[in-house]
Nanobody, 123 residues
């Protein structure tokens, strides 16, 4: 019933920018941490950036100073601004979130993934 829907990926030249969005929908009580991961061909999925419910952030060293994560709690949405893009940023970007849901009458913390959005940076 819970869905994370990403948008905003695409093809961009090196040095360019993109903005990714991820909106949570469905039945849940609240959203805790949200984050973005990426997976390049032949590589493991890696954390890009994360943000807590109160706005604390952390970034992978490879994107510090170039990417900015933010969230709009009223819209249940997390954003990722990708600036000064490099060809090595090419990957499928996945949204991830911890949501408090009601399962069989009890509150539980569940982790969800979006379907992924492709970001391709040309040199």
């Amino acid at each position: 019933q819970v869905q994370l829907v990403e948008s905003g990926g695409g093809l961009v030249q090196a040095g360019g920018s993109l903005r990714l969005s991820c909106a949570a929908s469905g039945s849940f009580m609240s959203i805790k941490a949200m984050g973005w991961y990426r997976q390049a061909p032949g590589k493991q999925r890696e954390l890009v950036a994360a943000i807590t419910s109160v706005g604390s952030t952390n970034y992978a060293d490879s994107v510090k100073g170039r990417f900015v994560i933010s969230r709009d709690n009223a819209k249940n949405t997390v954003y990722l601004e990708l600036n000064s893009l490099k060809p090595e940023d090419t990957a499928v970007y996945y949204c991830n979130a911890d949501l408090v849901v009601i399962t069989q009458g009890d509150l539980s913390l569940e982790n969800y993934w979006g379907q992924g959005t492709q970001v391709t940076v040309s040199s």
